[in-house]
């Protein structure tokens, strides 16, 4: 059964910047779509950004120059470098590969504030 789990969360300072990282286990395969979902308090989950098995990223607007997504294949690992943060960015980061078969991670706490 395929698990994602995250690290890298925690406090920054506005302007800070943070790392998060998924290791994807469970499985020989790491070809699917891989990327980062976000859900403030009393918001819904939003879409932060992705990337492909070959690469091609996407970003949400909100985090587009701040924020870069990356993986590699060969240790299953995706990462979202984050820059800049704002107080607004604070929020449960979670992890997502798409499907078959979607699988979330538990998600990781991202709080931005001086």
């Given at each position: 059964?395929?698990?994602?789990v995250e690290s890298g969360?925690?406090?920054?300072?506005?302007?800070?910047s943070l790392r998060l990282s998924c290791e994807t286990s469970g499985t020989d395969l790491y070809s699917n779509p891989m990327g980062w979902?976000?859900?403030?308090?009393?918001?819904?989950?939003?879409?932060?950004?992705?990337v492909t098995n070959g690469g091609l990223t996407n970003y949400a607007d909100s985090v587009k120059g701040r924020f870069a997504i990356s993986r590699d294949n060969a240790?299953?690992?995706?990462?979202?470098?984050?820059?800049?943060?704002?107080?607004?960015?604070t929020a449960i980061y979670y992890c997502r590969q798409w499907g078959p078969p979607v699988v979330w991670g538990q998600g990781t706490q991202v709080t931005v504030s001086s």
């Amino acid at each position: 059964q395929v698990q994602l789990v995250e690290s890298g969360g925690g406090l920054a300072q506005p302007g800070g910047s943070l790392r998060l990282s998924c290791e994807t286990s469970g499985t020989d395969l790491y070809s699917n779509p891989m990327g980062w979902y976000r859900q403030a308090p009393g918001k819904q989950r939003e879409f932060v950004a992705s990337v492909t098995n070959g690469g091609l990223t996407n970003y949400a607007d909100s985090v587009k120059g701040r924020f870069a997504i990356s993986r590699d294949n060969a240790s299953k690992m995706t990462y979202l470098q984050m820059n800049n943060l704002k107080p607004e960015d604070t929020a449960i980061y979670y992890c997502r590969q798409w499907g078959p078969p979607v699988v979330w991670g538990q998600g990781t706490q991202v709080t931005v504030s001086s």
